[in-house]
């Protein structure tokens, strides 16, 4: 199997080595799958692995192969198979778009109007089915990260401005959003700790949400947000000043198994009456629950159950995932990932998103992204989802380029 190339026991991404050239090829024109599809270095990858899925193929029907290297090849037969069908069906839509283009520039007399205009709606449909065959194929090249199916812990919490409450309003909206999003999607969200501010915003929350593929979604959502609005009330409102605050967003992968072994003794319990938003067991007991981990610092909180155990065992379990997000970290640092996209770092200085009220206009500063319409976004539906489908497919890009600038330095020696 060496001697015939097909032994791989490297991901996808490892098996092409060849020269590349992606210096003249800016980074800022990764506007869609489509548009790294296009690129020469791209192609070549990719016709490396469709001729290895037909030698790989070829080999198999080969009678003097053992069992162990009859497995090894169907497996990496099974790996290839959909890459190698995704890159035929965009070659074929890919010579669809051409034949098009070309009888559209025939089609320019009075008679042929209408067939151009024909044409050109199967042309805009056809390059659709491109990007989204595009962005199908980098799925399948991006290894799957080990979390991306993981419920997950969802905490916000209101920043500090001299607008007065436009931070814990906005905070509000945006666990709101979130919330909206979860019903949207169709999963449960379940709200685990939920403390309002006085005037009817909110100061900090946190919701645990389980459902298909969480993580996956929401990863980029940690971060620094920052809201741009003339307050309802008050000198400013009158004024006409616009405020900015913000608000920070941490989105924690749960695994359904998390192996942090916690020592009772490092652990400081308190307990005391729920703030909540309302229900006649707030303020009557003391079934909330502080728990402090005292080597760490990390402290959380659980008061939404009126069970005081029940609240233990919430808090219990998202001190365990806190704990297992640091290790996560600090893997991802010794790792030193060269990435120049850094999407969902969490560090609460990075503004990640601007939602400007006045000018009723988001901005998702890693993509150079913006969406109008502040309340569709803020229902937590399509546009959401949309905003957060495009991160991905970013990421996804970003990834597929990174690695093959990185296959670069390894052919040039750098």
């Not at 290790?327 to 990075?350: D, F, V």
Request: with cysteine; charged share 30%; glycine share 4%.
């Amino acid at each position: 199997l060496h001697n015939h190339g097909f032994w791989r026991p490297k991901p996808l991404l490892d098996t092409a080595r060849f020269t590349l050239s992606f210096n003249s090829w800016q980074r800022k024109n990764h506007q869609d799958s489509q548009a790294l599809w296009k690129h020469e270095a791209v192609q070549k990858y990719l016709e490396s692995l469709s001729k290895e899925y037909q030698q790989v193929s070829h080999q198999l029907s080969a009678h003097s192969l053992n069992d162990f290297e009859q497995r090894t090849l169907r497996r990496r037969c099974a790996d290839l198979s959909p890459i190698a069908a995704a890159f035929q069906e965009i070659k074929e839509a890919e010579r669809e778009v051409q034949e098009l283009e070309a009888m559209c520039t025939e089609l320019d007399s009075r008679d042929e109007k209408q067939l151009l205009e024909l044409a050109l709606e199967e042309k805009e449909s056809l390059n659709k089915k491109m990007n989204m065959l595009c962005r199908k194929l980098f799925q399948l090249l991006v290894p799957k990260e080990k979390y991306d199916r993981s419920p997950v812990i969802l905490e916000v919490t209101a920043g500090r401005t001299t607008g007065g409450d436009i931070c814990q309003q906005f905070t509000k909206e945006m666990f709101d959003m979130y919330q909206s999003y979860a019903d949207y999607k169709r999963w449960t969200f379940d709200i685990v700790n939920y403390t309002p501010a006085e005037i009817g915003g909110l100061h900090h929350a946190a919701a645990h949400i389980s459902g298909d593929n969480v993580y996956r979604h929401l990863k980029y959502e940690g971060g620094t947000h920052r809201v741009q609005r003339i307050p309802e009330t008050g000198m400013s409102s009158r004024m006409q000043r616009i405020h900015t605050g913000t608000m920070s967003v941490i989105v924690l992968p749960q695994p359904e198994e998390v192996d942090v072994k916690v020592d009772p003794k490092d652990l400081r319990i308190d307990t005391f009456r729920s703030k909540g938003a309302g229900g006649q067991h707030v303020n009557k007991t003391d079934s909330a629950v502080r728990i402090v981990h005292l080597p760490t610092g990390l402290a959380v909180e659980c008061q939404q159950e009126r069970s005081q155990q029940l609240n233990k065992e919430i808090a219990l379990r998202t001190l365990r995932a806190k704990l297992y997000q640091q290790i996560l970290e600090k893997q991802l640092r010794q790792e030193q990932s060269a990435r120049k996209l850094q999407l969902g770092t969490r560090a609460q200085s990075e503004r990640i998103r601007t939602y400007n009220f006045t000018q009723d206009r988001v901005t998702d500063h890693r993509i150079s992204y913006d969406a109008r319409n502040i309340k569709e976004i803020l229902s937590g539906k399509e546009a959401l989802d949309k905003l957060i489908n495009r991160l991905l497919e970013f990421a996804e890009i970003e990834a597929v380029t990174q690695y093959l600038e990185n296959l670069q330095t390894l052919e040039g020696g750098g």
